[in-house]
């Protein structure tokens, strides 16, 4: 009788093995088909914690996972994916902590389209008939005045001065500061001209923006105080490597972590 237990408990961890590493491999293969088509990380980590919250919702209303819904969607149809999608929003608007509507909205959206990826035809007009998404709050922010950019340039050290005189003046998004090479950067016209790459880009599109001319300066400026390589800002791997070793050479650490920090850093940059 004890081996027959034993057995059986055995199976069913198996059992619930198998079934977790289906969901798993369900969720990355999804996963990795948002990444290959917006090239974000942060829309990966989006997607990601919307499954969970959805995951969540399933396990609580229905005490299903992933896999017992999809059966009983498509093959008993049991259970019809708008409805599934209409019980979601009300979980989610009585959330134990308070979401904000373009939050639901975004989770009912990945809702929607990981059902949709694994075969549950989910139509837009179907489930605009069923129910309303909340609509967006539009928040007004009032943007920095001159005078509190000029301050925080003031206070700034070269590089980083540089680096928010080139965004105010061009609009670039910090990830795309921070990635321009040499080559993107044309002196030669008036206004100067920088390419931004298309790798680079939120939408991955090569865009031409201009400098100003207190900008300008200030990246001439920099670019003949500091020994640069093919990047503007971002150092190379022996860059890095260089300055850490300098740094525990003068071994001047306010505290010990610190030291020990750059010294697994080292490690791992070696």
Do not use: W
Request: hydrophobic share 30%.
């Amino acid at each position: 009788m004890t081996n027959t237990r034993s057995l059986s408990n055995k199976n069913k961890q198996n059992t619930s093995n198998l079934r977790g590493k289906e969901v798993e491999e369900k969720i990355q293969n999804y996963l990795e088909k948002k990444f290959r088509t917006s090239r974000s990380f942060s829309t990966k980590h989006a997607y990601k914690n919307g499954l969970k919250k959805f995951f969540e919702f399933l396990e609580a209303k229905f005490r299903l996972d992933i896999i017992d819904l999809l059966t009983q969607i498509k093959e008993s149809k049991k259970l019809d994916p708008l409805d599934v999608l209409d019980e979601y929003y009300s979980f989610l608007s009585n959330y134990k902590k308070r979401l904000s509507n373009s939050t639901i909205r975004l989770y009912i959206v990945i809702a929607k389209d990981f059902l949709n990826s694994e075969g549950c035809k989910i139509y837009s007009e179907d489930l605009k008939h069923k129910f309303r998404l909340p609509r967006r709050t539009e928040v007004y922010e009032k943007g920095l005045s001159k005078q509190t950019v000029n301050r925080i340039i003031r206070l700034s050290n070269p590089k980083l001065a540089c680096v928010i005189l080139m965004i105010c003046a061009s609009g670039m998004r910090i990830a795309e500061v921070v990635q321009l090479r040499l080559s993107d950067i044309d002196f030669n016209t008036s206004p100067t001209t920088v390419r931004i790459r298309a790798e680079t880009t939120k939408t991955r599109q090569t865009r031409i923006t201009c400098l100003s001319s207190e900008a300008t300066n200030a990246l001439k400026d920099l670019l003949a105080k500091t020994r640069q390589s093919d990047y503007i800002f971002l150092k190379i791997h022996e860059e890095k490597i260089s300055e850490i070793k300098n740094r525990l050479q003068q071994n001047k650490y306010e505290k010990p972590i610190f030291k020990e920090k750059d010294k697994k850093r080292l490690e791992i940059l070696e």
